[in-house]
């Protein structure tokens, strides 16, 4: 096992690496592939090498498949539970038939089905950390915390967490329940927490930051050079950052960000990591892939300098990214 930094994620008491495994794409979601095809294989060996290196903080939701994505996890944790921290989400709504019905519900009945469920589909009999995935508009926050939070007291979940809310919303939960980690898009190309107040008040309340996307969804790494190099069927093809003029717009700024991070004898994948860690925010970079969950890892063991960091963002200041990170439809899902 790798010594790996570990950090408390928030004030409640949960520990984990500095750094965690978003495991999303290595299945599909309601037929469709989000960053291409995964091989189930190769996405378990990942996991079982994530643990090798002290990843062991998984992240993972019912949404994936819908289901699938839990039901791989639990074949890669199998005999072996108690060694990883296991945070997975639910609030999109899955029908008895485990189809997405694509509307939201975090009614306090449906809080109690959606957990059984993914503790069944995880093979386990407690959550780490579970997190309301997207705000249901027609529940109160609080009632849905309310529900959290017995969960909790039946000790199915350890911890709680909130997905994409405003800086409010955080500060109604947490008077309900104390909230351990709220997980939003955080990178170099998304710092929106800095402008509308959630990195704020979660450090005001002692709440931990989870960021997901932290390498811009794939897109620092360099490799994406044209729109036309994302698969058919891959979802960031509708996101508008990813298209037309904004693509090489975005992409004169990663080869940018490449030139610093071969100055400094590393990818461009680890330069955004560290820049993450730097925050004292835990990134989940998603990776299906034997080969990058190593690059990844070892982004954690990197220090920038604050003269670096000042560098850094210099390059890519708050909103210098060109295009929503969501298509119109699905940016009203998100901060609430």
């Known amino acids: 096992m790798s010594t790996i930094k570990k950090i408390n994620l928030g004030t409640q008491g949960l520990e984990v690496p500095i750094e965690g495994l978003g495991c999303m794409g290595m299945t599909t979601i309601a037929g469709g592939n989000i960053y291409g095809k995964a091989d189930e294989q190769e996405s378990i060996a990942t996991i079982h090498k994530a643990l090798e290196l002290g990843v062991n903080f998984l992240d993972t939701a019912d949404l994936y ?5 839990e039901r791989l996890v639990a074949k890669a944790i199998k005999g072996n539970r108690d060694q990883y921290i296991i945070a997975t989400k639910f609030g999109f709504e899955i029908d008895d038939n485990e189809q997405l019905t694509w509307g939201f519900n975090g009614k306090p009945e449906y809080v109690k089905k959606a957990i059984d469920r993914s503790l069944k589909n995880l093979g386990t009999d407690y959550i780490d950390l579970y997190y309301l995935h997207r705000m249901d508009p027609n529940t109160p926050i609080e009632e849905t915390v309310g529900a959290m939070a017995d969960l909790v007291k039946s000790g199915k979940v350890k911890y709680i967490g909130l997905s994409e809310v405003s800086a409010e919303t955080i500060r109604k939960a947490h008077k309900v329940h104390p909230i351990t980690a709220i997980q939003t898009e955080y990178s170099l190309f998304e710092r929106e927490p800095e402008v509308n107040g959630v990195l704020d008040v ?5 709440v931990g ?12 790494t360099g490799q ?10 891959d979802f960031r093809r509708d996101i508008p950052r990813y298209q037309g003029e904004n ?16 100055s400094k004898g590393f990818s461009p994948t680890q330069l955004a990591l560290a820049w993450v860690i730097s925050k004292g ?18 982004a954690a063991n990197i220090i920038l300098t604050p003269e670096e960091i000042a560098h850094i963002e210099s390059i890519l200041p708050v909103g210098a990214a060109l295009g929503d990170r969501y298509s119109a439809q699905q940016m009203q899902s998100v901060n609430q």
């Open 65 to 69: 498949g819908p289901l699938l994505n």
């Open 224 to 233: 994406i050079k044209t729109p036309e190099d994302f698969e058919a069927n």
């Open 209 to 220: 930051f989870v960021a997901y996307s932290p390498v811009g969804r794939g897109f620092i």
């Open 281 to 298: 925010i835990v990134p989940i970079p998603g990776t299906k892939r034997l080969k990058y969950i190593q690059e990844n890892a070892e």
């Open 247 to 262: 693509f090489y717009k975005n992409l004169d700024l990663v080869n940018q960000l490449h030139d610093i991070a071969s």
């Open 202 to 206: 979660v450090k005001e309340l002692g």
